[in-house]
């Protein structure tokens, strides 16, 4: 079995927003490691239950294997957290006292080169899959995606303000040979940004995360899934979800702000009749960031953000 590691950001913050209780039925959508599900059953002990989901085979072997001192307290489902319907349903599950959703990469993930996620490995190819078994790839949607389409990508989830010149280029350079790996696309990124806009970081990190998310569609139906999984919770059960760029901040931030709305009528009306009731308390009426000893010993916790609600009825 590989080593699969990855330091749980804000364990303690996350713990306490979940307001743990003996007995109950506990919902990780990206199991990872298993940071955080391995706290949330030994603080349940000795009967918490705990259902969880990854896309990653490495990251599943590894958590079983971490947590099977729990024996059958736990069981973990290859899926998509997106599809928490359905694995409820398989595991007979109807409502949740918790769930927490951590959508932070892995240090393994990362640090592994034949995964190909990250810009610093030039020699890596261009994969990025969460799911090894999908088809769509980065290598395939750097070459066969068109011009304005990725462009688009890299504006959008990426935020990237040179995002045309960069794709103008990739398509050049694709039509004299394919793209393969990591440091080619690096190059790419690199000459097509002004030398006076690269001092902030490595110019390439924007690029990488637009394609990443890209491939793993992972803010497709994100917003819909945070009111979902939501819904599923008991009377006074939290949602804990841990975020680490602003397009998915601000996607709960809005999902939030819904489900915290009472009546969405249009204010002309002079009764309410949407039927819509105020359904969480939001815990945290600003984000939860790492403290500065945390982002010392983990770089990665710095652009974390932690949104906790409350359900109330």
Not at 246 to 273: H, Y
């Amino acid at each position: 079995m590989k080593e699969f590691s990855h330091i749980p950001v804000m364990l303690e913050e996350c713990m306490d927003g979940l307001n743990l209780k003996d007995g109950g039925i506990y919902f990780d959508g990206t199991v990872g490691g298993a940071g955080h599900s391995y706290e949330i059953l030994k603080r349940t002990s000795p009967s918490g239950k705990l259902i969880a989901t990854d896309l990653d085979d490495d990251a599943i072997e590894t958590a079983t294997e971490r947590l099977k001192e729990f024996k059958d307290r736990f069981k973990i489902f290859k899926s998509n957290y997106k599809d928490f319907d359905e694995v409820l349903k398989k595991a007979e599950v109807e409502s949740l006292d918790g769930a927490i959703l951590d959508f932070g990469v892995s240090s393994w993930q990362l640090d592994e080169e034949d995964r190909g996620f990250s810009y610093m490995k030039p020699n890596a190819p261009l994969d990025m899959r969460m799911n090894r078994g999908q088809e769509l790839t980065a290598e395939k949607l750097i070459n066969e995606y068109p011009q304005n389409e990725i462009a688009k990508i890299l504006r959008e989830y990426g935020e990237e303000k040179f995002a045309s010149n960069i794709a103008v280029n990739i398509v050049k350079a694709r039509t004299r040979k394919p793209l393969t790996c990591c440091g080619e696309l690096v190059e790419i990124i690199e000459n097509s940004i002004p030398k006076k806009f690269q001092q902030n970081g490595p110019c390439a990190r924007k690029s990488f995360q637009a394609i990443r998310i890209a491939v793993n569609e992972e803010l497709k139906g994100l917003y819909e899934c945070v009111l979902g999984l939501t819904r599923r919770l008991k009377k006074g059960g939290r949602i804990v979800i841990l975020t680490f760029h602003s397009l998915e901040d601000r996607i709960v931030k809005q999902a939030f702000r819904f489900l915290e709305t009472d009546c969405i009528c249009d204010k002309s009306l002079p009764v309410c009749v949407c039927g819509k009731v105020k359904e969480i308390e939001v815990i945290t009426k600003k984000p939860i960031i790492a403290s500065p000893k945390e982002t010392t010993v983990n770089s990665r916790s710095k652009c974390a953000k932690l949104r906790i609600a409350e359900k109330i009825i």
